[in-house]
């Protein structure tokens, strides 16, 4: 499997995802190599777009890629789909280790048309690292066996229902780049407004009109991405809800578990499995 240059990445602390940063214009790149080095916490890799599509598995760490769309968090548990042509650009959590695929454009017509986040299967994993570190050229028999079983096991997973859509409207963009910086400020939205210059009537429409939600659940949402970033890190359920703002730690179940499917406990079990697998440390 062979690439080429990663686009040039940067480093920032500020955020996870980079929404409110200046960024240069979208680049085309030809490719990348499909084992990266690794990206420090808080590594930014710039906005660009393929003329093919691209899978991206964190094998440890967690990657948070922003397209138009929206916000995508993925961790170990997790692999990132982006369909050709859709600027992408990401920021690192933690330490981490990214695996890149080319897709072909048969077995892509057989993905989604929009970026989509998948669960990761055991078979599905193991396929994956497979491939990515396989030295035999692209369409060797033992590569396309192995991608199909990559295809066939996305086509079974679930998709993430986490997306975090993002406004383009400067009003609202300024009250959630606040959001962004400090999750579990318990600021109201009239208090927000009155630090960004619009009223709460102003915003609540916008929340609505741009984001098909309201201003509740866009943040709650942000603050349950955040916590699959926390959880993955091994940080317990009674830390991660003081930490993301929750009034206790039963009131962040319910809304994780309403959310993701799954209790945050059982989530952080999951999600530290394939990290520990990868590193050797699991028994």
Known sequence: MSGQEIPETRHSGARLDGV???????????????VCEPLAHGQDIAAHFHDFGQLRYAASGALVTTTEAGTWVAPANRITWVPAFHVHRSRSHGETDVRLLRVPAEP???????????????LLREAY???AGDH???????????LEVVIEELARARREPLR???????RLKAVTDLLHADPASPATLAALGRRTGSSERTLSRLFGSELSMSFHQWRTL?????????LGEGTSVTD??????????????????HLVGQTPGRYRAAARLPQLVVSGKAG
């Not at 979208?26 to 490719?31: E, F, H, I, T, W």
């Not at 035999?136 to 192995?146: N, V």
């Open 108 to 122: 892509a017509g057989r993905l989604p048309a929009e970026p989509s986040v998948f669960a990761a299967s055991a």
């Open 240 to 257: 991660t809800a003081i930490r993301l703002g929750w009034a206790n730690p039963g009131s962040f179940i319910e809304a994780f578990t």
């Open 20 to 34: 409110s940063e200046p960024v240069p214009e979208p680049v085309l790149s030809a490719g990348d190599p499909p």
């Open 164 to 170: 975090l859509p993002e406004p383009g409207d400067a």
């Open 136 to 146: 035999d050229p692209d369409g060797s028999p033992r590569a396309r066996l192995l």
């Open 129 to 131: 690292l497979a491939l």
């Open 222 to 230: 942000l603050r349950v991405q955040r916590a699959l970033l926390e």
